[in-house]
C-alpha cells in the first residue's frame, strides 16, 4: 500500500495507481471545481484528457498547480490538494457564480464594464481573483530539467498494439527506432481491454524491440511536431511533485526522425445533456480501464450511453466486476447484433442527470420519444471516438472526414509521417443530434461552455470557429479542447445546416498536452540561456575582489576598489593614476582579427572606412567600420605586424558582428581574395599599460625602448612572447600588451609588479570610462549608436577617399547629408553635474535637441564634462543648454564645445 | 445596434440572452467604394471606423481574406504602451495610448484595456542609464514614465528574482504606469461592430488576388468574390504587406518573419504589470483568465509558416524563468504565432505608395497592436485626405532610399540583427 | 527548427545556422548607389520559394545559399558559396 | 550511474591553417612532404607530433609543431595561431556519446561518428569542436571564456545520466 493524502487527509492507493485511480478507489467522487461556475466535478476520463479533475501536486518549489488526477501515478507521501474553491471543496462560495449564470453567459465581459480604465481595473481585480485555477509556488524549483537530443530512422508514437508492432518490425529491420508512450506501462488499449490479459505479448514484444536496439521511452509524451521531422518528446522522469532520484524531474527531448508512425489512437467523446457534468459522469472507456486496470468499480448501478459497439465491453467488464448495469442507452435505432444478455434500450438517448455535490443519483433519458428514469451512481458515457490526430497536424498534415465514424481523420502531410490503429480507422458511430436542454449541457467542462453558449456567439454573428472559441473560450482550457472541439464543430455545423467539415476545423499546435515551463527552459533556467564569459585572468581579477560590470556577456573589473572607497572613488584614483603616473587595466575582450595574406590590404579597406594599405610595416591607426546603409557601426585599430600580416581590433559589444560581417566580406562578397581572416579574440588575452611612466614600466618589462605612439613591435616579457601595441584609448602614452591567453598569468604579475613600483595602479572600466571621455574617444554603443554616419562623429576627414569600402553608397543617401542631423558634441557644466543619458533642451516644454551619452568629471581639475549629440552640433559651440533628466530629478546648464577636453594637441603621445 | 450594458444582460437574463443581435452584418460586396481597406485586422477596422466616424465618409469596405482578427490581431501578447526612444515612435504610440484610455466607451465595447503598468526591468548601471534616457526623452515630450528602484520592482513584483547572485541582477526599472494590456480579439470585434453601426461594409472571406489599375492609378481590386472597384485603396495586412504590395509591383523594405508567443494554464494572480527587459527579449504578462502570457524574439529568419519553433520558444522561457523563478512548474499549454512585416529600421510604414491612390499601413515588426487606434486614425486621416497625417509623416515609405530611417535600436537594416 | 544540409557537413540542426539576409539583398562592392540601396532595401520576400544566405556559423562556418518555402519550409537546393575547398 | 569523466587538459599549441589558392597543389605539395594527405572536412589525420583535424572547408586546426607547414603552404596560405582561444576537455568513458546529447543537437550517438572523425556544433549554447579520439574518448574543443560553464554544465549532466 501507498500512503498519499488528499486535502490534508491520508488514503491508501495501491501500487500502479493513477492519483484518479486511488481517489476513486477511496470512494472520492468530489475532486475539483469548475473555472467559470464552480461547479462540483468529479473524474471523467483515465488520460491526459481530463477536464475537471485538476489538482495541485507537491509542495514547495515542487508544487504543480492544474495537474491531472488522471495523469500522475502515485508515490509514498504524495500530496495532492484540491483547486479553485474556497474555503473547501465540499462548500465553495465561488459556487455563487453558478447562480448568475443566465447574466455570465459567453462574452458578457464585452458588454459590460464600462467607464474609465481605472474603473475597468476595479472590475478586473476580482475578476482575476476568481479566476486562474491552482496557486503557482513561490519558492523555487530545486529540480533540474534535462534536454537531450535523439535520432532516429523511425520514431513510433504510442505503445498500443499498433504502435508495438510497428516498433518491433523496424527495429528487428536494423532501424534505430524510438518508441514512446505517455502511460508509465506499455499496451494501451490491451489493458483496457483485457486482450493481453497476463501482459505477455506487450512484455516479448518490449524486450524483442530493446534486444534489436530500439530505445523505450515510457511515461514520455509526444508533444510538438516541428520542421522537418523533428518531434519534442517531454518525459515525466519523476512524477509531479515526486523528488527525483537523480535530480533530473522531466527530460526534453529533440528527437530528429527520419520517419514518424503515430499510433496515438483516439479520445472518447463525451455527449451532450443536461447536467452532464457532475461526479458520477464518467467516458465509457475510462470506467472500462478504471474496473480492468485497476481494479476500482467507480459505481454500483450504471447507466451506459452509448452511439457505438465499444461501450458494450464497458457494459460487460462492469458485469463481471460485479455492478449493475441498469441501462445500456443505445442512440442507435436498431439492435446491436447478438442478444447481448443486457438492458439494451435502442433510439434511446440520455437527456439529463441527478445528483448531489459528490454523487450521481439518477439519468433521466429519451427512449423511442419517451421519457425515462433509472436510479443510477454512475453514467459512462461513449459518445464516438475523436483520433488523436493532433501531431499529425502540427506537421502540416491535412485531414479528411470520415462519415461512418464522425470523425476527422490522417491525410495527406508534407512531412514524414503516417497514423495506424485507431487514429487512422475509428470505429463507427451513429450520429446523434444534442435534444437537451442547451444550458446545462456542458461541452467544455473545464471552462464551463454549453450548448446554449455555443448558440449566443452564433446568434451575435461569431461563426467562424475561430471567433466562437475565442467568444466562448471554448476548447481554451488546460484539456486544450480534447474533449469539446468536436460538440463544438457539431453544435456550429447544425447551426449552419452544414455537414461538420464544411464548418471548419481548428489548426492544432503544440503541445499536444501541457509542458512544464522549467522543462522548456532546461539547464537555461539558471542563467537565461547566456553563460558569463570568463576572462582569461579572471582569478587574477577576482583575487583582488573587484566591482565587477556586465560588458555584453563578460564581465569586466569595473574597479578595484582599496579599503572603503566607493566606486567613484575608486575609479578617480585610478583615472588619476593613469594621468599623473601609470595604470594598468585588462583588454583581453576587444575584438580581434589576424588578417594574412597577399590581399590582406584590398580586404581590410572593404571592412574599414580608412586607408590601410598605406600603413608600414610595424605601424598601426584608428579605423572605424561602417555598415552598408553608411552609418558607423564599430570602431578600433589596425595594425601592420607584417608585409602581408594585419591585427584588426574593434569593439568587445560588437565583437561577434564583426567577426560574422568580416566573414560575409571574406566569404561571400569576395571569395577570390587571397587572405585568411582569423578571429583572435580569445587567443589573445590584453593588458593596457597607461599613463606618464607607462614608457618607463614597458621599457623596464621587455628591456629595450619601447615603440613610438602608434607602433608595433614584439617582445618578451617574464619570458612569454608579446606584441606590444603602442595605442591609447585614455589620451596618456600607452601600450597595449597581447600574449596567448594560456600565459597571460606570468605576463600580467610582471606588468602589475612593474607598475607598482613606479606607483601606479590598476584601473577598471569605469576609470577607462572618465578616461576616454575627457579625451574625447568614441565608445561604441555610446557615441557610435548605429545612427551616426562619419561626418556626425567628424570621422570624415579619415573616410578612403578612393571608396570601395562597405558603406560608401548607403553614405551617399541625401538624408545622411542633411541639415539637422545630430552630431557629436562636447558639453562642459555651467552649473551642476551633467546626468548621463539625460535630454538636451533650450528650454521647459521643448523638445530634446540632441542628448548627453556619457557623462563624466575632468579628472584632474574637477568639473562636470560630458559628450553628447546634438543637432546640428557643430556649429553651435558657445552655447547653453539644459541637460535634463526628469526621471531622476537631474539637471544642469552646460555649454556646447568641442569633443576634446584634454591635451587636444597630443602632446601626451609624444616621447 | 444593441447597446451593449449590465442592464442588458440583466434583461438577458430573462430571456436566455436571446435579444442581442449580430456584432456587424455579413454583406455582399458592392461594385465599388470610395474606400477599400484591405485587411481586417485591428489597424483595417479601426481605419475603416475613424473614416466613417471623424472623416464622415460612407462608402467603405474592409475586405478580409478570412475571418476579421485573425492575423496579428489575434497572435500577439496585447501589450499596449507607448515607451519608446525616438520621439516620432513615442509621438505615435502615446497618440494611441490616450486613445486606449478611452476605448471600451468609444466602441461600446470592453476591449479590457487594464493600465497595470509596463515595466522595463534594467540590469546594470549601464542599463539603468539607457532606460533613464529613453524616460527623460519620453518625458520631456510629456509622456509619462518613472524610474524605479529595486524595492519598487519587487514590491511591484514579489516574485521576480532579486537576488544580487542572479544572471541578470535586477537594478531597478523603467515603468510606464498607464501601460497594460488588452483584450485583443475585443479591439477587432469592437471595431468591426462600431464600423458596421455607421455602414462599412465588412467583408470576410474575400481575398484580394490582384488590382485593378488605370495607367499608373489602381482604381479598384480583383478578389475571390469579384471586382470591386474603389478610389483608393489601403493596404493593412502586416505581416503579409510584402505580398499584398507585390500584385501592385511594389517591393518594399519588408521580410515577413514568424513572432510567436505562448501562454502557461491559468493560476491565481502572480503577475501584476507587464514584465519586460533592456538586457533580455522577453515578456510576461498575466491575462484575466490567469494564464502567464510570454513573448520573445521573432524567429530572426523569414516566414509565412505561421507556425512556432522549439528553439526560439526555448529561450524566451529560459530568459523569463532567469527572471521570475517561480514559474518554473507551470505548464505552458498553448502557443500561437503571427506572421510579421520586419521593416528595416523597424519601424512602421504608413503613408503613400509609388502608385496612384494606393496607400500602406504595414511594416508593423512586433509593436503593431498597442497602435491599433492610432493607426487607425492617422491612417484614416491619410486615406481620406491623401496626405500624411502629422504623426505617420515620418514613416513615409520613401524614408529609406533616402536614408532617414527611424532606427530604434540602431542596429541597422537587417531585420535579423535587430 | 529545420534541419539544413549543409554542403560541407551534411545534415545538421538549424540550431547551428545563423540566417544572414536573402540572396536579393547582398549589395555587390561595385554596384552603383542606387543599385546597392535597392538591393539593401527592398525584397521579394515572397510567399514561396527565395534563396537565402545561411552561414553554419556553429558547425563549418561555411555559408550557403538555401532555396526555401516559406510556407512549407521545404528545402529545394542547397549551395555552397565561399573560397575553392578541397572535398 | 555515469561512465564519463571530464578533464580539462593542458593547453598545446595550436593553429589555423588556412589555404587561399590552389587547395589541389598545396594538398599535393603537403601530402609528400607530410606523409598523409590533408584530411577531409569531419576527419582527422596525422599523430601526436602534428595533427590535422578539419572542421572548415578551407581551414585546419592543427596541434603540434607546425614549422614544416608554412614553406608548404608557400604564398597559397596561412598558419594563424589560436592555441589560446580553446580548452581542449578529454570526455572519457563509454558515456560521451550520452553525455553530448545534453543540451546538444549533433548526433554523437551514431555509430558512424567514431574514432578519426570531427564535428563542430553547439551545445548548451557553446560553440564546440568534437573530435572522436577511440570508442572510449572523444576530445572537445571549447571557447576558452566558456570553458569554465561548459565543464559544470557536464559535469552536471554527468551526474544524471540514464539511458
Same mark, same amino acid.
Given at each position: 500500500m501507498i500512503n498519499f493524502s488528499f486535502d490534508g487527509k491520508t488514503y491508501q492507493a495501491q501500487k500502479g495507481d493513477t492519483l484518479a485511480a486511488a481517489l476513486l478507489r477511496n470512494g472520492i467522487g468530489l475532486v475539483g471545481r469548475s473555472f467559470k461556475y464552480h461547479r462540483p466535478r468529479g473524474i471523467m476520463t483515465a488520460g491526459v484528457e481530463e477536464p475537471n479533475a485538476l489538482v495541485t501536486v507537491g509542495d514547495g518549489g515542487r508544487t504543480e498547480p492544474n495537474t491531472r488526477a488522471t495523469d500522475v501515478f502515485v508515490y509514498e507521501g504524495l500530496v495532492a490538494k484540491s483547486q479553485n474553491r474556497w474555503p473547501n471543496l465540499s462548500f465553495d462560495i465561488g459556487a455563487v457564480f453558478g447562480l448568475a449564470a443566465p447574466v455570465l453567459s459567453a462574452g458578457f465581459y464585452y458588454k459590460t464594464f464600462f467607464g474609465s480604465a481605472k474603473r475597468w481595473m476595479f472590475y478586473e481585480y476580482f475578476i482575476r481573483k476568481a479566476a486562474g485555477l491552482g496557486n503557482a509556488p513561490t519558492k523555487t524549483d530545486p529540480d533540474h530539467f534535462s534536454q537531450r537530443a535523439a535520432f532516429c530512422d523511425v520514431l513510433v508514437v504510442g505503445a498500443g498494439p499498433a504502435g508495438l508492432s510497428a516498433a518491433l518490425e523496424a527495429a528487428e529491420a536494423g532501424k534505430r527506432v524510438i518508441l514512446v508512450e505517455q502511460d508509465n506501462i506499455l499496451g494501451a488499449s490491451l489493458i483496457r481491454d483485457g486482450q493481453d490479459r497476463d501482459g505477455a505479448w506487450v512484455e516479448a514484444t518490449q524486450a524483442r524491440i530493446r534486444a534489436a536496439g530500439g530505445r523505450i521511452l515510457s511515461?514520455?509524451?509526444? %508533444?510538438g511536431y516541428w520542421e522537418h521531422d523533428l518531434v519534442t518528446l517531454t518525459q515525466r *522522469?519523476?512524477?509531479?511533485g515526486q523528488i527525483p532520484m537523480h535530480g533530473v524531474a522531466q527530460r526534453l527531448w529533440h528527437v530528429r526522425a527520419g520517419q514518424v508512425i503515430l499510433a496515438t489512437g483516439s479520445i472518447e467523446r463525451p455527449m451532450a445533456f443536461g447536467h452532464n457534468d457532475r461526479p458520477g459522469v464518467m467516458l465509457s472507456q475510462a470506467v472500462r480501464t478504471y474496473v480492468r486496470r485497476f481494479g476500482v468499480v467507480p459505481g454500483k448501478r450504471v447507466v451506459i450511453a452509448t452511439n457505438?459497439?465499444?461501450?458494450y465491453k464497458t457494459a460487460y467488464a462492469l458485469k463481471a466486476a460485479g455492478a449493475e448495469v441498469v441501462a445500456v442507452l443505445d442512440a442507435r435505432p436498431a439492435p446491436a447484433g447478438t442478444d447481448s444478455g443486457l438492458p439494451v434500450y435502442n433510439n434511446a438517448v440520455p437527456l439529463s442527470t441527478k445528483g448531489a455535490r459528490h454523487c450521481l443519483k439518477s439519468v433521466t433519458a429519451l427512449v423511442h420519444g419517451l421519457t425515462e428514469s433509472w436510479d443510477a451512481d454512475l453514467i459512462a458515457v461513449s459518445g464516438g471516438f475523436t483520433p488523436v490526430v493532433h501531431l499529425h497536424m502540427q506537421a502540416g498534415g491535412t485531414l479528411d472526414w470520415n462519415d461512418a465514424a464522425q470523425a476527422f481523420v490522417p491525410a495527406a502531410s508534407r512531412q514524414n509521417v503516417t497514423t495506424i490503429g485507431g487514429a487512422a480507422n475509428p470505429d463507427p458511430v451513429f450520429n446523434v443530434v444534442p435534444v437537451s436542454k442547451p444550458k446545462k449541457s456542458f461541452i467544455d467542462f473545464q471552462n464551463d461552455v454549453t450548448l446554449s453558449d455555443v448558440d449566443l456567439a452564433w446568434a451575435e454573428g461569431y461563426r467562424s470557429v475561430e471567433h466562437l472559441k475565442r467568444y466562448t473560450?471554448?476548447? +481554451?482550457a488546460t484539456d486544450q479542447g480534447k474533449l469539446s472541439n468536436m460538440a463544438a464543430l457539431g453544435r456550429l455545423a447544425e447551426k449552419q445546416g452544414v455537414a461538420i467539415p464544411e464548418a471548419g476545423l481548428t489548426t492544432f499546435r503544440p503541445p499536444y498536452t501541457p509542458v512544464t515551463m522549467g522543462l522548456l527552459a532546461g539547464a537555461g533556467a539558471k542563467d537565461a540561456g547566456a553563460h558569463v564569459r570568463r576572462l582569461a585572468l579572471y582569478d587574477v581579477h577576482a583575487a583582488k575582489n573587484p566591482i565587477w560590470q556586465p560588458l555584453g556577456y563578460w564581465f569586466r573589473p569595473r574597479a578595484y576598489p582599496v579599503g572603503s572607497e566607493t566606486l567613484a572613488q575608486a575609479a578617480m584614483r585610478e583615472a588619476k593614476a593613469v594621468r599623473s603616473n601609470v595604470g594598468m587595466t585588462d583588454v583581453s575582450t576587444l575584438a580581434k582579427f589576424e588578417v594574412s595574406g597577399p590581399d590582406a590590404s584590398a580586404f581590410l579597406e572593404i571592412i574599414c572606412a580608412t586607408t590601410v594599405g598605406k600603413l608600414a610595416v610595424g605601424r598601426g591607426r584608428y579605423t572605424f567600420m561602417l555598415r552598408e546603409d553608411g552609418f558607423v557601426f564599430d570602431d578600433g585599430t589596425v595594425w601592420r605586424l607584417d608585409e602581408n600580416r594585419y591585427l584588426l581590433t574593434s569593439s568587445t559589444g560588437g565583437a561577434d558582428r564583426m567577426a560574422t560581417h568580416i566573414s560575409y566580406v571574406r566569404q561571400y562578397l569576395c571569395p577570390h581574395l587571397r587572405v585568411s581572416a582569423v578571429n583572435v579574440q580569445e587567443h589573445y588575452a590584453g593588458i593596457a599599460v597607461a599613463g606618464p611612466q607607462a614608457k618607463a614600466a614597458l621599457a623596464a618589462l621587455i628591456g629595450e625602448e619601447p615603440s613610438r605612439h602608434m607602433s608595433t613591435v614584439t617582445a618578451m616579457i617574464a619570458g612569454v612572447p608579446v606584441i606590444v601595441l603602442a595605442a591609447s584609448y585614455s589620451g596618456e602614452r600607452a601600450f597595449e600588451i597581447y600574449v596567448e591567453a594560456s600565459q597571460a598569468g606570468p605576463v600580467w604579475a610582471a606588468c602589475e609588479a612593474e607598475v607598482a613600483k613606479q606607483g601606479g595602479a590598476l584601473y577598471g572600466l569605469e576609470a577607462m570610462e572618465f578616461l576616454r571621455i575627457e579625451k574625447g574617444h568614441l565608445v561604441v554603443g555610446g557615441e557610435v549608436d548605429g545612427r551616426m554616419t562619419p561626418h556626425d562623429l567628424a570621422l570624415d576627414k579619415m573616410l578612403n577617399k578612393a571608396g570601395g569600402y562597405v558603406g560608401a553608397s548607403g553614405l551617399s543617401r541625401p538624408a545622411l547629408s542633411e541639415a539637422g542631423r545630430r552630431q557629436l558634441v562636447g558639453l562642459e557644466a555651467i552649473e551642476g553635474d551633467i546626468p548621463e543619458g539625460a535630454m538636451l533642451v533650450t528650454g521647459e516644454g521643448v523638445s530634446p535637441q540632441g542628448h548627453v551619452s556619457a557623462a563624466a568629471f575632468r579628472? +584632474?581639475?574637477g568639473g562636470s564634462i560630458a559628450l553628447g549629440q546634438l543637432t546640428d552640433g557643430f556649429a553651435r559651440h558657445g552655447e547653453e543648454l539644459i541637460a535634463t533628466s526628469p526621471t531622476r530629478g537631474q539637471m544642469a546648464r552646460v555649454r556646447v564645445v568641442a569633443p576634446h577636453f584634454y591635451d587636444t594637441a597630443g602632446e601626451r603621445y609624444r616621447d | 445596434m444593441s447597446q451593449y450594458s449590465a442592464f442588458g444582460l440583466l434583461r438577458g437574463a430573462l430571456n436566455g440572452q436571446k435579444h442581442w443581435q449580430p456584432a456587424w452584418r455579413d454583406p455582399e460586396p458592392k461594385s465599388h467604394y470610395d474606400i477599400i481597406i484591405i485587411g481586417g485586422g485591428g489597424h483595417g477596422l479601426a481605419t475603416a471606423y475613424y473614416l466613417a466616424k471623424v472623416h464622415g465618409l460612407k462608402n467603405i469596405a474592409v475586405l478580409e481574406k478570412g475571418w476579421i482578427g485573425g492575423g496579428n490581431t489575434g497572435r500577439n501578447t496585447t501589450i499596449v504602451r507607448s515607451n519608446y526612444r525616438l520621439k516620432p515612435l513615442h509621438d505615435l504610440f502615446e497618440f494611441g495610448l490616450k486613445m486606449w484610455e478611452h476605448l471600451s466607451d468609444e466602441l461600446n465595447y470592453n476591449v479590457m484595456f487594464s493600465p497595470r503598468g509596463a515595466m522595463f526591468l534594467g540590469h546594470s548601471d549601464a542599463d539603468m542609464t539607457k532606460l533613464a534616457e529613453r524616460g527623460d526623452a519620453m518625458r520631456c515630450d510629456g509622456i509619462d514614465v518613472d524610474l524605479m528602484t529595486r524595492d519598487e520592482v519587487q514590491k511591484l513584483e514579489p516574485l521576480l528574482d532579486m537576488s544580487r547572485s542572479a544572471r541578470f541582477p535586477i537594478e531597478g526599472g523603467l515603468i510606464q504606469r498607464r501601460g497594460g494590456t488588452a483584450r485583443h480579439d475585443a479591439v477587432a470585434w469592437g471595431y468591426a461592430r462600431g464600423a458596421d453601426s455607421l455602414g462599412v461594409d465588412i467583408i470576410q472571406k474575400c481575398e484580394v488576388t490582384g488590382f485593378v489599375r488605370d495607367g499608373d492609378a489602381v482604381v479598384g481590386v480583383e478578389t475571390t468574390r469579384g471586382r470591386i472597384n474603389a478610389g483608393r485603396v489601403g493596404i493593412c495586412v502586416a505581416g503579409h504587406s510584402g505580398y499584398v504590395a507585390g500584385l501592385a509591383g511594389l517591393k518594399l523594405p519588408v521580410e515577413s518573419q514568424t513572432l510567436q508567443a505562448m501562454v502557461t494554464e491559468g493560476v491565481k494572480p502572480m503577475i501584476n504589470s507587464v514584465i519586460m527587459s533592456q538586457s533580455l527579449h522577453c515578456y510576461i504578462s498575466q491575462s484575466d483568465k490567469g494564464g502567464i502570457v510570454f513573448g520573445g524574439d521573432p524567429d530572426n529568419w523569414p516566414s509565412y509558416a505561421q507556425r512556432g519553433n522549439p528553439m526560439v520558444m526555448e529561450r524566451a522561457v529560459a530568459q523569463g524563468l532567469a527572471l521570475v523563478p517561480a514559474l518554473s512548474r507551470l505548464r505552458m499549454v498553448r502557443t500561437w504565432s503571427g506572421v510579421t512585416d520586419m521593416s528595416f529600421d523597424g519601424a512602421p510604414i504608413i503613408g503613400e505608395t509609388p502608385v496612384k491612390n494606393l496607400f500602406l499601413n504595414g511594416g508593423w515588426c512586433y509593436g503593431g497592436f498597442k497602435a491599433t487606434p492610432a493607426s487607425g486614425w492617422t491612417y484614416a486621416h491619410t486615406l481620406a485626405t491623401g496626405k500624411p497625417h502629422a504623426l505617420n509623416a515620418p514613416f513615409a515609405l520613401d524614408r529609406f532610399e533616402r536614408g532617414a530611417t527611424i532606427d530604434e535600436t540602431g542596429s541597422g537594416p537587417m531585420p535579423n540583427s535587430r | 527548427m529545420m534541419q539544413f544540409t549543409c554542403p560541407h557537413c551534411g545534415p545538421r540542426d538549424q540550431a547551428e545556422f545563423i540566417y544572414e539576409r536573402t540572396a536579393d539583398a547582398v549589395v555587390s562592392l561595385d554596384a552603383a548607389p542606387e543599385e546597392a540601396m535597392k538591393s539593401l532595401f527592398t525584397r521579394n520576400n515572397p510567399r514561396g520559394v527565395d534563396e537565402e544566405i545561411w552561414r553554419h556559423t556553429y558547425g563549418c562556418r561555411a555559408w550557403m545559399v538555401i532555396a526555401r518555402n516559406r510556407v512549407t519550409n521545404e528545402i529545394s537546393a542547397t549551395r555552397a558559396v565561399g573560397p575553392e575547398a578541397l572535398p | 550511474m555515469t561512465d564519463v569523466t571530464i578533464t580539462a587538459l593542458p593547453a598545446a599549441p595550436l593553429h589555423a591553417l588556412e589555404i587561399w589558392s590552389n587547395p589541389a597543389a598545396v594538398a599535393t605539395r603537403f601530402k609528400k612532404a607530410g606523409g598523409f594527405a590533408l584530411p577531409a572536412i569531419g576527419r582527422s589525420d596525422g599523430s601526436d607530433a602534428l595533427r590535422l583535424i578539419r572542421y572548415e572547408p578551407t581551414v585546419w586546426l592543427v596541434e603540434g609543431d *607546425? %614549422?614544416?607547414?608554412s614553406g608548404i603552404l608557400a604564398d597559397d596560405g596561412a598558419l594563424t595561431a589560436i592555441g589560446g582561444s580553446v580548452v581542449r576537455v578529454q570526455l572519457s568513458g563509454k558515456g560521451w556519446r550520452t553525455l553530448l546529447m545534453e543540451g546538444g543537437v549533433f548526433d554523437a550517438e551514431n555509430p558512424n561518428f567514431a574514432s578519426g572523425c570531427s564535428a563542430a556544433t553547439i551545445i548548451d549554447h557553446v560553440n564546440v569542436r568534437l573530435h572522436v579520439v577511440d570508442d572510449d574518448t572523444c576530445h572537445a574543443y571549447v571557447p576558452l571564456s566558456y570553458s569554465e560553464a561548459m565543464i559544470h554544465f557536464w559535469t552536471t549532466a554527468a551526474l544524471s545520466l540514464t539511458r
Open positions: 511515461r514520455t509524451t509526444a %508533444s *522522469v519523476a512524477e509531479p457505438n459497439d465499444d461501450a473560450t471554448l476548447g +481554451m579628472i +584632474m581639475d | - | - | *607546425v %614549422s614544416a607547414l
